[in-house]
């Protein structure tokens, strides 16, 4: 089973004047510069040649606005990409303020899907948490589980480090102790699960202390992307290609990192602009030096055979 996760950098279906378009791989509603519009479209033509190449069974997106989004980018860019269709799509309303929600693409059939927008620290059974309120939603977008095959994801988007990451620190902690506890939740102490959280975790590098995430990580996962080289563990450029960081993450239970022992992630960051200039394999031809790209974000891509 091949699995792709890409933070697609605020994909929105507008409709002005009754015609729809697709806003580009920018942030905000305002263009960050005269003429950034016109590159809406070269950018989401990219964002589909990524998805296309990576060819995945199932395809885990962050920032898609809503289901209507999803299928045109579906049938219309990621079909002139070359993709053979998804038969079964996803996209639900999650807590984003703005919209951006998390979605799924699946040439599986999906056994279940459940969104965990509605939680709150207090119906997940959580302590106190300094900064969190215990009955106010937990999730800053949604944990979507799903089970697809063998395998079960917990699809994530948490809190960025920004404006104050001071302040984010203590939500993406809650986050993450959220996911932990849906995941214990529903396999309890077997040994033998097969799960990955996968998505955007926002978690910033070279932070002044422990990790927001830590809940997370080893030993009670196996961190996937641990297994690249040093050089490779990065997936996301700031623009003007001031810093790398790798906020995008698969944890994988022990059990499948144990199953797969040799099963290592990819990082396809063919589509991101030549701004990142640490990237130094080919890219899309029209990825310009900032615009048109595909997003801020690379992809990752795993492939856990016979799965």
Same mark, same amino acid.
């Given at each position: 089973?091949?699995?792709?996760?890409?933070?697609?950098?605020?994909?929105?279906?507008?409709?002005?004047?009754?015609?729809?378009?697709?806003?580009?791989?920018?942030?905000?509603? &305002?263009?960050?510069? +005269?003429?950034?519009? #016109?590159?809406? @479209?070269?950018? $989401? /033509? =990219?964002?589909? !040649?990524?998805?296309? *190449?990576?060819?995945?069974?199932?395809?885990?997106?962050?920032?898609?606005?809503?289901?209507?989004?999803?299928?045109?980018?579906?049938?219309?860019?990621?079909?002139?990409?070359?993709?053979?269709?998804?038969?079964?799509?996803?996209?639900?309303?999650?807590?984003?303020?703005?919209?951006?929600?998390?979605?799924?693409?699946?040439?599986?059939?999906?056994?279940?899907?459940?969104?965990?927008?509605?939680?709150?620290?207090?119906?997940?059974?959580?302590?106190?948490?300094?900064?969190?309120?215990?009955?106010?939603?937990?999730?800053?977008?949604?944990?979507?589980?799903?089970?697809?095959?063998?395998?079960?994801?917990?699809?994530?988007?948490?809190?960025?480090?920004?404006?104050?990451? &001071?302040?984010?620190? +203590?939500?993406?902690? #809650?986050?993450? @102790?959220?996911? $932990? /506890? =849906?995941?214990? !939740?529903?396999?309890? *102490?077997?040994?033998?699960?097969?799960?990955?959280?996968?998505?955007?975790?926002?978690?910033?590098?070279?932070?002044?202390?422990?990790?927001?995430?830590?809940?997370?990580?080893?030993?009670?996962?196996?961190?996937?992307?641990?297994?690249?080289?040093?050089?490779?563990?990065?997936?996301?450029?700031?623009?003007?290609?001031?810093?790398?960081?790798?906020?995008?993450?698969?944890?994988?239970?022990?059990?499948?990192?144990?199953?797969?022992?040799?099963?290592?992630?990819?990082?396809?960051?063919?589509?991101?602009?030549?701004?990142?200039?640490?990237?130094?394999?080919?890219?899309?031809?029209?990825?310009?030096?900032?615009?048109?790209?595909?997003?801020?974000?690379?992809?990752?891509?795993?492939?856990?055979?016979?799965?």
């Amino acid at each position: 089973m091949r699995i792709l996760s890409f933070n697609v950098q605020n994909l929105r279906l507008r409709r002005p004047g009754g015609r729809p378009r697709l806003d580009g791989a920018r942030d905000g509603d &305002a263009e960050e510069e +005269p003429g950034a519009g #016109a590159l809406d @479209l070269a950018d $989401r /033509r =990219l964002t589909a !040649r990524v998805i296309a *190449a990576a060819a995945a069974d199932v395809v885990c997106l962050q920032e898609v606005f809503d289901r209507a989004t999803l299928d045109f980018f579906h049938d219309h860019l990621m079909r002139a990409a070359g993709c053979p269709p998804y038969p079964w799509r996803v996209c639900l309303p999650g807590n984003d303020g703005r919209g951006r929600d998390l979605a799924l693409l699946s040439r599986r059939p999906l056994a279940a899907v459940e969104s965990h927008a509605a939680e709150t620290p207090e119906t997940l059974g959580l302590p106190d948490l300094p900064g969190v309120a215990r009955d106010r939603r937990l999730f800053r977008r949604d944990c979507l589980i799903v089970e697809v095959g063998a395998l079960t994801l917990f699809l994530c988007h948490f809190k960025a480090p920004w404006p104050d990451p &001071a302040a984010a620190w +203590p939500v993406r902690r #809650a986050e993450a @102790l959220g996911v $932990r /506890r =849906l995941v214990e !939740r529903r396999f309890g *102490a077997h040994p033998g699960p097969l799960w990955l959280v996968l998505g955007d975790l926002n978690e910033p590098a070279g932070g002044p202390g422990p990790p927001a995430i830590l809940p997370l990580l080893p030993p009670f996962s196996a961190d996937l992307l641990a297994r690249l080289p040093p050089g490779e563990r990065w997936s996301y450029a700031l623009a003007g290609g001031l810093g790398y960081s790798l906020p995008d993450a698969m944890l994988a239970s022990p059990a499948l990192a144990a199953r797969f022992p040799e099963v290592r992630p990819e990082v396809l960051r063919q589509g991101m602009s030549g701004e990142a200039a640490r990237h130094r394999g080919p890219r899309l031809a029209d990825v310009g030096r900032h615009r048109p790209h595909a997003s801020d974000h690379a992809a990752l891509l795993v492939d856990f055979p016979g799965l």
